[in-house]
């Protein structure tokens, strides 16, 4: 068990809709990282937020979204959702940035129908 | 355009052999690298890393060898135990925010 935790697990939805995905870091962790998974694809870097406020952009498309918490929780928005987007998407959190061990949720898988 | 290569997609090995992933890059900026495992239904956990400035890493029996002038890391696991079936993605990263992760290889080890 990391420590860093996820909901919900699994979810299917629609194309055109909106789904909010969930993750609480690890105790005292102030970095929070969102991957997104595709089949046959490696972890594709998606946004971090450190400490509330975004650090960092990957490939994160403009339809998705994300934000941290004073809690430290963090949320991510997928919106107006395609079929494409169907993935597993994990969070991970460190304790400050990167460079350091990053602990990874058990992931969401989102199917988009 | 894929900057860190896992060009095995699965990897087949007899307990108690040595196991070698392997991992290639394209950008010679990168100055850390990683191995994370993942185990089904998990997320994955980090394994073992390596700064540019070494060449190699050991942690058990897990160790870690990077060629900078190849742009090639791999991972050595010895003895290989059915415990360590799992999929293994390398990752690399430029002394900025982001790791790039690789597409994973299978290890599957066969008692």
């Known amino acids: 068990d990391s420590g860093v935790t996820q909901t919900p697990k699994h979810l299917i939805t629609a194309t055109g809709q909106r789904v909010t995905l969930r993750c609480s870091p690890r105790?005292?962790?102030?970095?929070v990282y969102w991957y997104q998974q595709s089949l046959d694809q490696g972890l594709q870097f998606l946004i971090q937020?450190?400490?509330?406020?975004?650090?960092a952009k990957g490939n994160i498309l403009e339809r998705f979204s994300a934000q941290q918490f004073p809690d430290l929780h963090s949320e991510l928005n997928l919106s107006s959702l395609e079929l494409g987007d169907s993935a597993l998407y994990f969070c991970?959190?460190?304790?400050?940035?990167?460079?350091?061990?990053?602990?990874f949720g058990p992931g969401t898988r989102l199917l988009v129908l | 355009d894929q900057q860190v290569k896992q060009n095995s997609p699965s990897l087949s090995v007899q307990e108690g052999r040595i196991s070698i992933l392997n991992c290639d890059y394209t950008n010679s900026m990168f100055d850390y690298f990683l191995w994370y495992k993942k185990y089904p239904a998990e997320g994955p956990t980090f394994l073992i890393s390596i700064s540019s400035i070494k060449d190699k890493n050991e942690d058990g029996r897990f160790t870690v060898f990077l060629n900078k002038s190849a742009k090639h890391l791999s991972l050595h696991i010895v003895p290989s135990q059915p415990g360590d079936s799992a999929v293994y993605f390398c990752?690399?990263?430029?002394?900025?925010?982001?790791?790039?992760f690789g597409t994973g290889t299978r290890l599957k080890v066969l008692a």
């Open positions: 990752a690399a990263s430029e002394r900025t925010y982001k790791y790039i």
């Open positions: 105790s005292g962790d102030l970095s």
């Open positions: 937020y450190y400490n509330g406020e975004e650090r």
């Open positions: 991970a959190s460190s304790a400050r940035d990167f460079g350091e061990t990053q602990y």
